[in-house]
């Protein structure tokens, strides 16, 4: 398991803009059905979270929900559910009017040979403002690390 920070240097999208972005990963000993019931039951997030104070909403397609972290407090995000492969993949994006800076977090379950699950979070950044914005937003490695641990040790219970 590990993470993976991208504070300082981005990578170029298709058309050269810049792209930031923070990833972690975990192989998990349960299925991809057990995971995603966990990722997409917002009422329990906090259960099994430790990163997360609260969802509030509907985890399916289409839907908007608002989540409230720990390493931002006080603020809410709205994102919406633009992606929604049950047992595979979920993507939830969020950010300005006129794609000034967007944010894109994606989730991803991929069964192993073995009956484990590898499961990948990438939450990539965009936009005219990313410069900008990009330096106020709190290191999230680490976070996002937890946040791997954390369901982890939920799935595998």
């Known amino acids: 398991m590990g993470y993976r920070s991208q504070k300082v240097t981005g990578e170029r999208q298709a058309g050269g803009s810049e792209l930031k972005f923070y990833e972690a990963t975990a192989t ?22 430790t990163t997360v104070d609260r969802v509030e909403g509907k985890i399916a397609p289409g839907e908007t929900i608002k989540v409230l972290v720990k390493v931002n407090p006080g603020r809410t995000f709205p994102v919406k559910v633009t992606e929604f492969k049950p047992n ?58 937890e946040f791997a641990q954390s369901l982890k040790r939920a799935a595998e219970k």
Not at 30 to 49: K, Q, V
Not at 95 to 110: A, D, S, V
């Open 28 to 49: 998990i000993k349960a299925s991809p059905a057990r995971i995603w019931a966990l990722l997409t039951d917002a009422p329990h997030y906090t259960d099994w979270n």
């Open 88 to 145: 595979e993949r979920m993507v939830w994006s969020g950010g300005m009017p006129l794609g000034l800076f967007k944010g894109e977090r994606t989730y991803i379950l991929t069964p192993t040979a073995n009956g484990e699950t590898h499961f990948k979070m990438r939450e990539e950044y965009s936009g005219p403002m990313l410069g900008m914005i990009w330096k106020s937003i709190p290191d999230l490695g680490p976070a996002f690390q």
